[in-house]
C-alpha cells in the first residue's frame, strides 16, 4: 500500500517536505498505516498549487506536535523531486483509481475533501512516479545525464532497458537506484542552470548534448541533504571539487567566498569575479536554498 500526501503552498502548516510533513489529528490513523511505506506528493490548485504530482519520499515515522495540541508530523526520508509535474488528470482519466468512481468530475473536489492523507494502490503509485520520471527514464537523454551503456553497470542497464509497463513494477528499484537518482538530480540543476558553471559562467555543452556542468550539492547528501534543485549549483569539474571540500563557499548574497591559502594559486583565476554575483537560474524559486548555503559556509569557515 502506498499514499497521496496533498501540500499547499502558504498552508500555513510547519512543512518542510523533504523532511516533514505536518497534519492535523484526525489524518493520523492514515498517516500511521503508511509508515516505512512511500507517498506522492500532490499539488491541489488551491492557494496557487500546480493541480499536479510533483515528488515522492518514504513516510519513516508519526510523532506527535507538542506545541500544537491536535497536530503531528510525519518524518520524511528518500524525497525527490520529480522531471516535471505530473497532471492531476491524464487524457481525460485520472491517475488515482479511487476516482475513477466519481462519476461527475465537478464532484471530485468533493470526493477528497477530508482525504488529504490517503491510500492508494501499488500500481497507481507506480504508474504516477514512472510517469514523473519519464525524462530521466527516456533513452534519448541517456547521454546527456550519464545513464548510457559507458557509465552505467548491468543492473541499471536492465532497468533501463525495461518497457514502460515492467518498469512501473520495479519501480521501488529505479527509486532506490543510485545512478538513476543522481542523473535525475544533474538534469534538473543543470537544466535550472542552463548548463553553465555558477562560478566561472563557462558553458559547454556536447554533441551527446552532455554539459560539461556537474550538479553539486551544497548539502551533501552523505551529511543527510535533499535531492532539490536548491541544494544544488551547477559547477565545472574543478569548481566542484573545491567546493566539494570548503574550499570555497557562497556569501548570503550569491558571491564567492575563497579559502585563498588552501586554494592553488593556478586555480584562483577561476575567481577572478570573485566580488560579483555568481550565474542564477532565471526562475528565482530554484536559487540555493539560504539555509543550505549557511551550512555549507559555516564548514568553510571552520576549515
Not at 490517503?118 to 514523473?132: E, K, L, N, Q, W
Not at 527509486?175 to 534538473?188: D, H, Q, V
Not at 532539490?228 to 557562497?250: K, M, Y
Request: aromatic share 8%.
Amino acid at each position: 500500500m502506498k499514499g497521496i500526501f496533498d501540500t499547499k503552498r502558504d498552508s500555513g502548516y510547519d512543512d518542510e517536505i523533504a523532511f516533514r510533513y505536518h497534519f492535523p489529528k484526525q489524518y493520523r490513523v492514515v498517516a500511521e498505516v503508511l509508515v516505512g511505506s512511500r507517498i506522492v506528493y500532490r499539488e491541489p490548485q488551491r492557494n496557487g498549487g500546480r493541480r499536479a504530482y510533483v515528488a515522492t519520499a518514504k513516510v519513516v515515522a508519526i510523532d506527535g506536535d507538542v506545541s500544537r495540541p491536535g497536530h503531528a508530523y510525519a518524518a520524511m526520508a528518500e524525497y525527490r523531486e520529480f522531471d516535471e509535474p505530473v497532471p492531476f488528470v491524464r487524457d481525460g482519466r485520472y491517475w488515482e483509481t479511487a476516482l475513477l468512481s466519481v462519476s461527475d468530475p465537478s464532484r471530485v473536489g468533493a470526493f477528497l475533501q477530508g482525504k488529504s492523507i490517503r491510500t492508494i494502490s501499488d500500481s497507481d503509485f507506480a504508474a504516477i512516479v514512472r510517469a514523473g520520471l519519464s525524462e530521466t527514464l527516456a533513452a534519448d537523454n541517456a547521454v546527456r545525464l550519464e545513464l548510457d551503456p559507458r557509465h552505467v553497470d548491468g543492473p541499471t542497464q536492465e532497468l533501463l532497458d525495461l518497457p514502460e509497463v515492467e518498469q512501473e513494477r520495479r519501480i521501488e528499484q529505479i527509486l532506490m537506484n543510485r545512478k538513476i537518482r543522481e542523473a535525475s538530480f544533474r538534469r534538473k540543476v543543470c537544466d535550472a542552470y542552463d548548463s553553465r558553471c555558477a562560478i566561472t559562467g563557462l558553458r559547454i555543452v556536447n554533441g551527446g548534448g552532455k554539459s560539461e556542468a556537474q550538479a553539486a550539492h551544497i548539502w551533501s547528501v552523505a551529511d543527510g541533504g535533499p535531492d532539490l534543485v536548491q541544494n544544488g549549483i551547477a559547477l565545472s569539474a574543478t569548481v566542484h571539487w573545491l567546493f566539494d571540500r570548503h574550499l570555497i563557499s557562497l556569501t548570503d548574497d550569491y558571491r564567492i567566498l575563497v579559502s585563498h591559502n588552501k586554494v592553488p594559486s593556478e586555480l584562483r583565476t577561476l575567481f577572478a569575479k570573485q566580488m560579483d554575483r555568481i550565474h542564477l537560474p532565471a526562475d528565482e524559486k530554484l536559487w540555493p536554498h539560504p539555509a543550505y548555503v549557511a551550512r555549507h559556509r559555516n564548514r568553510f569557515s571552520s576549515l
